[in-house]
């Protein structure tokens, strides 16, 4: 199970962080690059919230301190999701 979970960290989400940062129009040197990068900030920091939550159930730990540090995570990306597209659109 530990060498999967390996294997999928180093194949795979370092292609869908990259993918979340890649403007539709192809990389610009301009500001609006800048303003994708900071709209999916909230999105990258949700999905390390996630992570954090997963690791808990995937070492048969039962200690509360990944939960509320996930969940405090989880929360922040959700508002600085919220916050980060409402001011750059």
């Given at each position: 199970m530990g060498n999967f979970i390996i294997f999928f960290l180093k194949n795979f989400s370092n292609r869908f962080i990259i993918a979340l940062f890649v403007p539709e129009n192809y990389i610009k040197t301009d500001k609006s690059t800048?303003?994708?990068v900071l709209k999916n900030l909230g999105v990258v920091i949700l999905l390390i919230g996630v992570g954090i939550l997963?690791?808990?159930a995937l070492t048969d730990t039962r200690d509360n301190m990944f939960l509320l540090i996930?969940?405090?995570t989880t929360i922040l990306g959700f508002l600085l999701?919220?916050?980060l597209n409402k001011r750059f659109e």
């Open positions: 800048m303003n994708t997963m690791v808990p996930g969940l405090g999701h919220i916050f």
